[in-house]
């Protein structure tokens, strides 16, 4: 059985940091690309950030490249979100996801259940 369980979220200051983890288990981690998807209150889920099987390219959404960084460690089965000055709009519920390089949520079949990140300005 596939999961992916997101920890590290949390209340945060605008302009602080937070990292959150994903542990995954029950799949080849290093064949799944990986990514970091949320979803604001009222509003649909959102492409956050994507990472390559080898961690060797990355891709980011534009309101997020400079601030977030995705990472991974193939021998841990786990991939991070690193969360750097945010702002009170990146408030929402955070995803992992395990599937095929890209920015749609079609790419990717696993789904972890989600870890609330709120901002305060």
């Known amino acids: 059985q596939v999961q992916l369980v997101e920890s590290g979220g949390g209340l945060v200051q605008a302009g602080g940091s937070l990292r959150l983890s994903c542990a995954a288990s029950?799949?080849?981690?290093?064949?799944?690309?990986m990514a970091w998807f949320r979803q604001a209150p009222g509003k649909e889920r959102e492409f956050v950030a994507t990472?390559?099987?080898?961690?060797?390219?990355?891709n980011a959404a534009d309101s997020m490249k400079v601030r977030f960084t995705i990472s991974r460690d193939n021998a841990k089965n786990t991939v991070l979100l690193q969360m750097n000055s945010p702002k009170p709009e990146d408030t929402g519920v955070y995803y992992c996801a395990a599937g095929s390089y890209g920015s749609s949520s079609f790419s990717y079949r696993y789904w972890g259940r989600g870890t609330q990140v709120t901002v305060s300005s």
């Open positions: 029950g799949l080849t981690f290093s064949s799944y690309a």
């Open positions: 990472i390559t099987t080898t961690g060797g390219r990355t």
